[in-house]
């Protein structure tokens, strides 16, 4: 955020902010990392980018099966209504993700 505070002033085009949970957050937890980001920087970002797929982080990559995917984007998308209200319009989300040729049909119609 310093970066942020510290630049806008000489900015004037379209941020976008690209988060994902720590390391030390299970997957189990990781859609409270991506909501405490997604409020933390809701005044600044023009648009976020989601990021599960990340090599560096232990099992991030998991976040897009099945199991975790639907529970973390419900969670975000209700989050963006949420931090929406004021704004004209809601902020885009991006998911960056592993795969998308595995998700099933009904979750490629949410992404």
């Known amino acids: 955020m310093e970066n942020i505070e510290r ?3 000489n900015f004037s085009g379209v941020l976008g ?3 994902g949970k720590g390391k030390e957050i299970s997957n189990e937890r990781a859609h ?6 997604l409020d933390y920087f809701k005044d600044v970002a023009d648009y976020f980018a989601i990021n599960i797929s990340s090599p ?3 099992d991030l ?7 975790y995917f639907h529970k973390l984007i419900d969670e975000i998308i209700n989050k963006r209504e949420q931090i929406s209200k004021g704004f004209s319009k809601h902020k885009p989300i991006i998911i960056k993700a592993v795969s998308y040729t595995h998700l099933t049909l009904p979750t490629k ?3």
């Open 7 to 9: 630049n806008k002033k």
């Open 17 to 19: 902010v690209s988060i």
């Open 32 to 37: 409270e990392d991506y909501l405490h980001l």
């Open 56 to 58: 560096n982080t232990n």
């Open 61 to 67: 990559r998991k976040l897009s099966e099945d199991e």
């Open 109 to 111: 119609r949410i992404v």
